[in-house]
């Protein structure tokens, strides 16, 4: 299962570190599917915010390019993002998933900032 963490009540202009464990994975599993971050704001559809593929290969989506960076740790089975100079509009729930969207969601992260 995918277990989000790291999400806090933050001011504008702070930063966090969400984490997303793939618990129970093989790393044989993990290892070949490419991540995204996924956010979903209180009445809003849930949208990608960040992309990775392979180890390096990253993208982002307008709204948060320049701030945000998603990495991975594949012996760890675990993605991140990192999130810099945050406004009160990145205020959603965090989800990770495959692109495929191929998982069972986890219950996500709150992410909250103030203005």
């Known amino acids: 299962r995918l277990v989000e963490s790291g999400g806090s009540l933050v001011q504008a202009g702070g930063s966090l570190r969400l984490s997303c464990l793939a618990s129970?994975?093989?790393?044989?599993?993990?290892?070949?599917?490419?991540w995204g971050w996924y956010r979903q704001a209180p009445g809003k559809q849930r949208e990608l915010v960040a992309r990775?593929?392979?180890?390096?290969?990253?993208n982002y989506a307008d709204s948060v390019k320049g701030r945000f960076t998603i990495s991975r740790d594949n012996a760890r089975k675990t993605v991140y993002l990192q999130m810099n100079s945050l406004k009160p509009d990145d205020t959603a729930v965090y989800y990770c998933n495959t692109l495929k969207e191929d998982l069972p969601w986890g219950q996500g992260t709150q992410v909250t900032v103030s203005s």
């Open positions: 990775i593929a392979g180890l390096r290969s990253t």
């Open positions: 129970g994975m093989i790393t044989s599993v993990f290892n070949p599917n490419d």
